[in-house]
Nanobody, 118 residues
Framework: QVQLVESGGGLVQPGGSLSVSCAAS????????MGWYRQVPGKQRESVAV???????NYADSVKGRFTISRDNAKNTVFLQMNSLKPEDTAVYYC????????????WGKGTPVTVSS
């Protein structure tokens, strides 16, 4: 059983900063990537930032230069530092873990809300 426990998030004013973290535990095989996705009501979940094995990162165009993803491999924890937040960043942020070699399995956290508002 794999569990993803997210922490952080909350309410922040536009232009502010916030960080979220996600710790993975349980029977974890080869980790391909860890990442953050977000979703607002009525819209599809979208990728925000992903960090792959070897440290390769990918960001959504909308967050490039403002968000930074990092990972503590020893603790199977992924972090997302969000700076210069905008109201359009408001969403529920979900942690994702992809594991496996020939068969890929994705795990999701329960989500943590981020609200950017004055």
């Amino acid at each position: 059983q794999v569990q993803l426990v997210e922490s952080g998030g909350g309410l922040v004013q536009p232009g502010g900063s916030l960080s979220v973290s996600c710790a993975a535990s349980g029977s974890i095989s080869t980790i391909n990537s860890m990442g953050w996705y977000r979703q607002v009501p009525g819209k599809q979940r979208e990728s925000v930032a992903v960090i792959r094995s070897g440290g390769i990162t990918n960001y959504a165009d909308s967050v490039k230069g403002r968000f930074t993803i990092s990972r503590d491999n020893a603790k199977n924890t992924v972090f997302l530092q969000m700076n210069s937040l905008k109201p359009e960043d408001t969403a529920v942020y979900y942690c994702n873990l992809e594991v496996g070699r020939t068969i890929l399995v994705n795990y999701w956290g329960k989500g943590t809300p981020v609200t950017v508002s004055s």
